[in-house]
């Protein structure tokens, strides 16, 4: 990624000259002792300027002094955190992303990693420097690969390198090496998302993926044969109104005990979606390059476990097409045979994300008897109508998986909302002519409609369902991310791993 800062750790070192000094206080202006250390007598002056500027350290607000006196530094900034009491580690992450908002396009940095009475929530110092550094990552991509003219003022300058200030920089450094290895997870699913579709293509995707094998992933990529000679005539009826042949991917991370079941997750990896032949309109149409968020989200996922050397096993399926109008492509009023032996008759062919999942969903459960799948699909337009960008929708047919997620979301700020799912919904699936049909027939209810379709194809495998259409792109943007894709899911589901299934 074009000016990624290179972060380093190291003690204070009050006196010696820096570019850019910043600094965290609580709600009273009180800094730490490592920051106090740094600033020395210039704490009176910033008093003073945060007087001036009625700057109170409240959470998200920066203060800024240039050329301070007193200090070797050409621009001192000062970050409030809020009640520092009561922190948790993401509120750490959110501050480095703050922190890395002030920063220049180029030059040296120190950025201390010291507050006042942090809470126990936010973890050990060593840690709490760690997870800055993830912010500072987080916060510093930008997707600028297509862009070949530019202003002068726009353009990376030089290298960037921070040095986060901790007393425990050994604690740091360790703990960095993981936040770091999930932080490029989460990048990578971004720059998929981010891709233009005429570049990522099913194939191109996954080419893509074979990168995880320098981690360790055993990678698979199924080719259309393979696909046919599986069965999979749902996800393959989506693409074969395209010039670009379908592929399914099937990624494998074994760190965990050996012949332990593992964990799946699955993707819907729609490279592209016309809409098919119930064509979209034109509006907005570009945006559903991003309709393969769910996949992206799947492979930033393996690659944060087999870097971090997760002690799990784990298994990541993402189904690729591309959902064309043509003279070969798929007809509302087409029935297909599913892998499951299930038929489907095609009511809408913009409604395909379930049609790709469905065999995936079914591959998965029967290859792999997996302890849990969870799948991630920009579904549906009517889970935005729902939650808006705030909340990913969850569907499952199990409480504790399900409590999990959602206290995983909290933990990483990705947050999901439970949606409900019942026979009185799945009715509204049951077809004239096949065993079921890819549409509820209202709009009313669209996003549970398309999860009890899911729900057809996972048997009694625990089982949950992310609605991500909200918040895998064009989402709300935040401290920790500036860019279309945000790359969701990846450090919630890394969570959940490491919180409930690792060792
Ligand atoms: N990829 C779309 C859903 C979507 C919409 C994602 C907006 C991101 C932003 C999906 O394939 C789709 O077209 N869903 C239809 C289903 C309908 C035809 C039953 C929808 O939501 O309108
Ligand atoms: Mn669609
Ligand atoms: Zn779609």
Redesign the pocket.
Known sequence: MANAPKIAFGPATPGKAVGTLVVFCDEALKFGPLAVRMLGEVAAVVTRAAKAERFTGKSGTTLELLIPQGLKADRLVVIGAGRTTDLKRQDLVNLGGAAMGKLPKAGDAVVVADLPAASKGAGPSGHQAADLGQGLMLRAYAFDRYKTKRKPDELPSGTRNVTIVTDDVGTARKAFAEREAIAEGVLMARDLVNEPPNVLYPEEFARRTLALKKTGCAVEILNMAALKKLGMGALLGVGQGSARESRVVVMRWNGGKKGEAPVAFIGKG?CF?T?GI?I?PAAGME??K??MAGAACVVGLMQALAARKAKVNAVGVIGLVENMPDGNAQRPGDIVKSMSGQTIEII?T????RLVLGDVLWYTKEKFKPKFMVNLA?????I?VALGHEYAGLFSNNDELSERLTKSGEATGETVWRMPLGPAYDKMIDSKFADMKN?GGSRYG?AIT?AQFLQRFVDKTPWAHLDI?GTG?DSRQNEINKSWASGWGVRLLDRLVADYYEG
Do not use: F, Q
């Not at 920009?378 to 009517?382: E, P, Q, R």
């Open positions: 729609v979606d809409g119930s979209k945006d559903m991003g309709d809408n913009d409604a395909e994300g920009t579904l549906t337009g009517a935005l549409t669209g398309a259409a792109m």
